[in-house]
């Protein structure tokens, strides 16, 4: 019993040296020097706040972009300087459990996100047929809104979405006392080094991977990413792209080659969803190539959204 009581004490106290989630998400810490630095604007919405920007003349066509897993939205920094010098409108937004929107504390799946977006467009009294662009996991979130929402969706950009016939986690992420302990002191860890993997040339941006760590320390984002591992990423998506692809609706598909978290090899599975698919592979680039390589991936993106 003393060796029980002992490994628990440490355990105990390896949890809360590794556990950075100190700070409350509210109002007050959102008007910190510290986060308005980061700009933008809030909303809130029936589930929690939602922190976006919204450029551009109010008679454009809207472009909403739609980060990933964990990056907040700071991800389509050079996107939206592209689009905002073409004349569009455009809407990005931090999802739940990410960067300065609300961490409510429920299950993160497919409608959720689903809601989040349409909510948001409500908000802001867009009712226009809007643009999706999307990277990784709004990949998904772009072709579920799509299905779901045809008569409000125009056209549909994916950067290496994620796409995945569904997968069961193990049990230690599936274990509610095992699972928080593990995102804490192990897993959550990861997180920030490796968004160096996005990169094929991390060197290159030394200003773009300080901005994510400040997001860690306010209560609710490992809670978030761990229920978006077992209640997003488990989900089958293949049915919503071939639904798309059923659909005929102009979608533009850019892949770099050199991506190590969705390999470019998923290209192919995608493309056979989405026969349409206006295809582009980015060479010297991993999962970001609109970040590693603009000259590239901007007139592509302006050209699409143009016709």
């Known amino acids: 019993m003393a060796i029980l009581l002992a490994a628990a004490v440490i355990l105990l106290g390896v949890y809360h040296h590794r556990d950075r989630e100190t700070f409350l998400l509210d109002d007050t810490a959102r008007n910190s020097p510290a986060i308005r630095a980061y700009g933008g604007s809030y909303v809130r919405l029936p589930s929690g706040v ?26 389509w920094d050079p996107v939206v300087q592209a689009l905002a010098a073409g004349g569009f409108r455009v809407l990005r ?23 989040q977006l349409v909510q948001l467009l409500e908000a802001l009294e867009i009712h226009q047929p809007i643009d999706l662009i999307s990277v990784s996991m709004g990949g998904p979130i772009a072709v579920n809104f799509a299905v779901l929402h045809p008569d409000r969706t125009r056209k549909v950009v994916l950067f290496d979405p994620g796409f995945t016939r569904g997968f069961r986690p193990p049990w230690l992420l599936r274990a509610p006392v095992v699972s928080d302990f593990l995102m804490c002191v192990k897993i959550a860890p990861t997180f920030a080094p490796g968004q160096r993997d996005d990169f094929l040339h991390p060197e290159r941006y030394p200003g773009y991977f300080a901005k994510y760590e400040p997001q860690m320390n306010y209560r609710g984002f490992r809670r978030a990413l761990l229920s978006t591992i077992r209640d997003f990423l488990t989900q089958d998506t293949q049915p919503a792209f071939e639904h798309l692809g059923n659909s005929g609706k102009p979608v533009l598909l850019v892949w770099g080659r050199a991506d190590q978290d969705v390999p470019f090899a998923v290209s192919d599975d995608v493309r056979k969803a989405i026969p349409q698919a206006e295809f582009h592979a980015i060479d010297d680039a991993a999962h970001v190539p609109f970040y590693e390589h603009p000259e590239i991936t901007d007139p592509l993106l302006i050209d699409f959204l143009r016709r």
């Not at 066509?61 to 991800?75: A, E, N, Q, R």
Request: aromatic share 20%; net charge negative; glycine share 8%.
């Open 50 to 75: 939602t922190h976006y920007e919204l450029i551009g003349p109010q008679s454009a066509p809207t472009i909403v972009l739609i980060h990933g897993f964990s990056v907040p939205y700071y991800i």
């Open 93 to 115: 937004y931090d999802l739940y459990g990410r960067g300065w929107s609300d961490r409510p504390d429920v299950r993160y799946t497919p409608e959720f996100f689903d809601e």
